[in-house]
Each structure stands twice: as structure tokens, then as C-alpha cells.
């Protein structure tokens, strides 16, 4: 058994310990800061554990999108203009791995393998952490205007029912008995009863790093700030703190990684896809499950701390500062989908927060040995999944660390796929 050490303990790094303390591995962890806190995807997050969230962001004619994505600031999906000459490499990518059909599908039988028992496998991590009560397995709602606001995203739902994904309609009645307080406005809806949400993803990742400690795993609070490869076999990770000895290394720094990757010799093409959320801490209302507006494409879900609604895909710098307004349009679409809503009478009276989705172009997490060094792995990317799929992730992560075949095909997931293409290779993005 290995000296592993985990660089990162977000959702993906915490499962990844897990995974390998079980299969006997001496493991350290490396984190900066709090596990689960607000620096981390992990922390605010839409708390969606869904296994029918394996459509990808990008589908054929996404393209002709684009100019209202630049021009409607209200719009789920913004590009901040000046921002494009950086991100124009990656967009590419992201528009050519929605463009033919067979890509798409292909991305999507990629994504169930990881979604596919997500909600059971964290059923079983909170009760193993003594945190049962945190995940819950009721079910996921998507509300539409009407059938036919339904019916315009077949593509969508077709690629879902392909991977197996089952649901049930609900008409008008049925939403207002479902969700009271509702807008009647909304006609339609489908509910997937195989789907899961977390009750506070931060106190969740927290309790997984904790009994990763209680299992054995050493904890470092250090930066790791690269890694110390020799006759192009990995020897120790440097940290802010001095050398931490590793057999093996797994980067899962989450928006962070790409640097510590290329360290190792891939070049991964990863972006920041920016979200919001906002939280209202006493919204007077009895949700049976979350919920997804087609018209807000955003998560409402309720937290311990309340209604939590989040979701905005902003593309801009990973510095930039936080656009505020992105928070104030997921207010005021929650606004329109409960007439009734407390409306806060000051920004005090709501929580917002601004997150990184670690996101490749096409929409798969890197999982697998980094190209320059057999010892060091890669497990970020997670992009909009990351909470769902970490698990299976880990587990696949384990299975070729421990060289045994896996229930997960790798090569969707492997490393060298971006200098396989023929599109050109990225420049570095961070
Ligand atoms: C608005 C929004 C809504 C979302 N909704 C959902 C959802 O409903 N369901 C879902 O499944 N997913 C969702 N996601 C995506 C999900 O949150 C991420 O994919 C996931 O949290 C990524 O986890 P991670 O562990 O890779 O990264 P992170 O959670 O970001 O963790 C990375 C950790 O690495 C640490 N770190 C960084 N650099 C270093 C370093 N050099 N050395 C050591 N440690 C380092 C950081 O401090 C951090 O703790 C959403 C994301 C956003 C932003």
C-alpha cells in the first residue's frame, strides 16, 4: 500500500481519500483552508444530487446563442465581453463538443456512469459520517410554463430517458399540491423521483474530511504550490509549508488544479464557469423536493440555513470580482416563481456567495494519471456534477490506483484527450 496524499479536500478530494484509506493506502490531505467552506465549488453549490444530469451544457446550435449571451445580462448564461479573447480557446471546444449528436450522447452515457447511484452512494457516506440527516432522498422537479415549454427541450430529455432516466408528469394541480405557494404560472412539471439533494453541502464535505481523520488520513493546512518529480518519478508535493512525501499524488484542487496538473505534464483547458447563490433564511414555505425552473435554470432547494437558490453560468476571469447583479436575478426569478415570498427589506437579510464550477469544455471531469507522471492523478473538472458524481469518481480513481478493473470505463475521463483533438492545444489558463 501507497503514501497517497490528496491535494485539495473539496467534495471530490474528500471522496477520494475515503476511497483509498479503504483499500488500506497511508493518506494525507492537503487543504489550505476550512473543508467545505466558502472558498470551495463545494460549499454553495445548487445541492443537487441528480442522476439525470447528463445533459451537457453544450448541444448542437448552442452557437447561435452566443450574441445573446454576450448581450442580455439577465440571461442565465452570460459572457463578460472583455473577457473573450481569453476565453475564446475554450469556447471552442465547448461549442465543438456539443456539435455533432453522437458526441453529445457519448458525453452524456459518460456522465450517467458517474450520476447514475449518486444518491445512494452519499446516503451512504452521511450515515457513515453521522451525518444522515443532511442527505435526502425525495426526489427532483423541473416546473415548465406549459407542456410545450416541456416539449422544447426533447433533445434534453430523450438523452435522459436514453441513459435510463425515469420520471413522472405533473399537471397544474399537482405542482400547486406538490410545492403550495407556487406560481400558478407554472403548468407542467416532471418529476424524477431517483434524484437526491444535500442539505448543507459545507457541513457534509466537512464530516466526510473528519472521518477521513478518524479512519487515519493525516491532515496538512498548506497550499501545495508544486510538485517534486524526479527521474520522472513524483517524490514529495511542496507546500507553503514545507515537503510532503507522496508515492502518489491526486490533484483535486478543484478551479485550482490546472497548474499543479501541468506540473505533471497535462494541459488541461480548465475554466471557471462563475455562480451565484442567495440565501433566504425564512421563506414560509414546504417544499416536497427542489426545484428547477426552465425559465430561471437555476436550483431551489431547501437548506438548513433556508431557501437556497442558486445557479448563472458567468464566463469571466476566475479574479474578476463578483457581479452581485447575478445574485439579484436569481432573486428576483424566486420572486416570480413564489408571489409570496418574503422579500428581504436589505442585503443583510440574505447570504450570497460567489463559486467556481472547475469546468473542462466538454463538460467531463479529468480522471486518471497525469501524462508526464504515472504516479500523479488527476480528479477535478467536475464542472456542474461535481457534487453528485464525486463518489463514483473516487472509486474510479481508486480502482486504477489499485490497478483492477472498474465498473467506470476511464478513457472518457482520461487526461490525454485534449491534445488528442484537432483542434489546437490550449494555452494555459491560469
Ligand atoms: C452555483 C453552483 C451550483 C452548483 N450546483 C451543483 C449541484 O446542484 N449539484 C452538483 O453535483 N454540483 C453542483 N455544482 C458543481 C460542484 O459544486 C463542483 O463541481 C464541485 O463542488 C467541485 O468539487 P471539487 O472538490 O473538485 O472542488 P472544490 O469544492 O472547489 O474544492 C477544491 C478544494 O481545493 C482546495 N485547494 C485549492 N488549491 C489548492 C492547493 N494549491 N493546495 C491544496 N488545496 C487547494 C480549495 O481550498 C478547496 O477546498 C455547482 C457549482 C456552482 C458554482
Redesign the pocket.
Known amino acids: 500500500m501507497s503514501a497517497v496524499v490528496v491535494?485539495?479536500?473539496?467534495?471530490?478530494?474528500?471522496c477520494c481519500a475515503l476511497a483509498l484509506l479503504e483499500d488500506g493506502h497511508r493518506v494525507t490531505m492537503?487543504?489550505?483552508?476550512?473543508?467545505?467552506?466558502p472558498?470551495?465549488?463545494?460549499?454553495?453549490?445548487?445541492?443537487?444530487?441528480?442522476t439525470a444530469?447528463v445533459v451537457p451544457m453544450s448541444l448542437p446550435g448552442l452557437w447561435k446563442n452566443v450574441p445573446r449571451y454576450l448581450l442580455d445580462p439577465d440571461g442565465p448564461l452570460v459572457i463578460r465581453p472583455w473577457a473573450l479573447p481569453r476565453l475564446a480557446p475554450w469556447l471552442l471546444r465547448f461549442v465543438a463538443a456539443g456539435h455533432r449528436i453522437e458526441r453529445v450522447e457519448a458525453t452524456a452515457r459518460a456522465l450517467h456512469a458517474l450520476l447514475d447511484h449518486?444518491p445512494s452512494h452519499h446516503a451512504a457516506l452521511s450515515q457513515a459520517a453521522g451525518v444522515a440527516d443532511l442527505v435526502v432522498q425525495a426526489g427532483l422537479t423541473y416546473t415548465y410554463p406549459s407542456r410545450a415549454a416541456f416539449e422544447a427541450e426533447a433533445l434534453a430529455w430523450r438523452l435522459r430517458r436514453d441513459q435510463g432516466v425515469r420520471w413522472c408528469e405533473l399537471d397544474r394541480d399537482e405542482l400547486q399540491a406538490h410545492t403550495p405557494g407556487l406560481s400558478r404560472s407554472y403548468e407542467f412539471g416532471i418529476e424524477v423521483s431517483a434524484g437526491g439533494?444535500c442539505r448543507d453541502?459545507g457541513a457534509y464535505?466537512a464530516a466526510l474530511v473528519a472521518l477521513a481523520q478518524a479512519r487515519g488520513a493525516r491532515r496538512v493546512s498548506?497550499?501545495?504550490?508544486g510538485l517534486i518529480i524526479e527521474s520522472g518519478r513524483l517524490r514529495a508535493i511542496r507546500?507553503t509549508s514545507g515537503e510532503v512525501e507522496a508515492e502518489i499524488a491526486i490533484i483535486?484542487?478543484?478551479?485550482?488544479?490546472g497548474?499543479?496538473a501541468r506540473a505533471a505534464g497535462s494541459r488541461i483547458p480548465l475554466e471557471s464557469?462563475?455562480?451565484?447563490?442567495v440565501v433566504l433564511p425564512a421563506p414560509g414555505l414546504s417544499m416536497r423536493t427542489p426545484l428547477m425552473p426552465s425559465d430561471g435554470k437555476m436550483?431551489v432547494?431547501m437548506t438548513r440555513a433556508g431557501l437556497r437558490i442558486?445557479?448563472?453560468v458567468e464566463l469571466a476571469s476566475r479574479s474578476a470580482d463578483a457581479n452581485w447583479r447575478r445574485a439579484d436575478v436569481l432573486l428576483r426569478h424566486a420572486q416570480r416563481m413564489f408571489p409570496g415570498l418574503p422579500v428581504p427589506s436589505s442585503s443583510e437579510n440574505t447570504a450570497r456567495?460567489l463559486?467556481?464550477?472547475?469546468s473542462t469544455p466538454d463538460g467531463l471531469p479529468v480522471l486518471g494519471p497525469a501524462d508526464g507522471c504515472a504516479q500523479v492523478f488527476c480528479?477535478?473538472?467536475?464542472?456542474?456534477?461535481?457534487?453528485?458524481?464525486?463518489p463514483a469518481s473516487a472509486g474510479l480513481i481508486a480502482d486504477l490506483i489499485a490497478g483492477r478493473p472498474s465498473r467506470i470505463d476511464p478513457a472518457p475521463y482520461r487526461a490525454g484527450r485534449f491534445s488528442e483533438g484537432s483542434l489546437p492545444p490550449m494555452r494555459p489558463s491560469n
Not at 491535494?7 to 474528500?14: D, H, L, R, Y
Not at 483535486?252 to 488544479?257: F, K, P, R, T, V
Not at 480528479?379 to 464525486?390: I, R, T
Open positions: 491535494i485539495g479536500a473539496g467534495v471530490v478530494g474528500a492537503i487543504e489550505p483552508d476550512l473543508p467545505g467552506g472558498q470551495a465549488a463545494s460549499y454553495g453549490n445548487g445541492a443537487w444530487l441528480s444530469s449518486a439533494h453541502p464535505v498548506a497550499k501545495a504550490d507546500t483535486s484542487a478543484g478551479i485550482d488544479s497548474v499543479l464557469e462563475r455562480g451565484y447563490h436550483a432547494t442558486s445557479g448563472q456567495w463559486g467556481h464550477r472547475p480528479a477535478f473538472g467536475h464542472g456542474h456534477v461535481g457534487l453528485a458524481s464525486a
